[in-house]
């Protein structure tokens, strides 16, 4: 993800991206695993990341389950900018307290380094 088109296509997209996200986005918070929000770590940082990023349902989750397919599907989706802390195993998303975990890695869409694409479960959901 160093090449010159790369270079550019970031340097186009996530200025209109920010602005995306500041118009239409949410406040959302990432937690970190092995502490509830707002602790602190061993090392003396906080183990939450604020982030502005859009959380939406998923269209793939009412389409399938409309045709009655009976998947394991996420039902929401987080839009999130590249550089949230999103590789870390066991974190999860929340909105207004909300909960949201994610049931797949975060997918870098085109291979950009642009945006993080998130499938989540629904708050609540159980899975078998």
Do not use: C, K
Request: proline share 10%.
């Amino acid at each position: 993800m160093t090449g010159t088109v790369t270079l550019e296509i970031q340097e186009l997209t996530r200025p209109e991206l920010e602005e995306i996200f500041e118009d239409l986005g949410h406040d959302l918070v990432i937690v970190q695993p092995a502490a509830p929000a707002n602790q602190w770590g061993e090392s003396g940082s906080s183990n939450t990341t604020d982030v502005r990023g859009i959380l939406m349902p998923a269209s793939e989750y009412t389409q399938r389950s409309a045709a009655g397919a009976g998947l394991p599907i996420p039902s929401y989706e987080a839009y999130l900018p590249f550089d949230a802390p999103v590789n870390t195993p066991g974190w999860h998303l929340t909105h207004e307290g909300t909960p949201y975990h994610p049931t797949a890695d975060a997918r870098d869409e085109g291979g950009q380094g642009v945006v993080w694409i998130v499938p989540l479960r629904a708050p609540g959901q159980v899975t078998s």
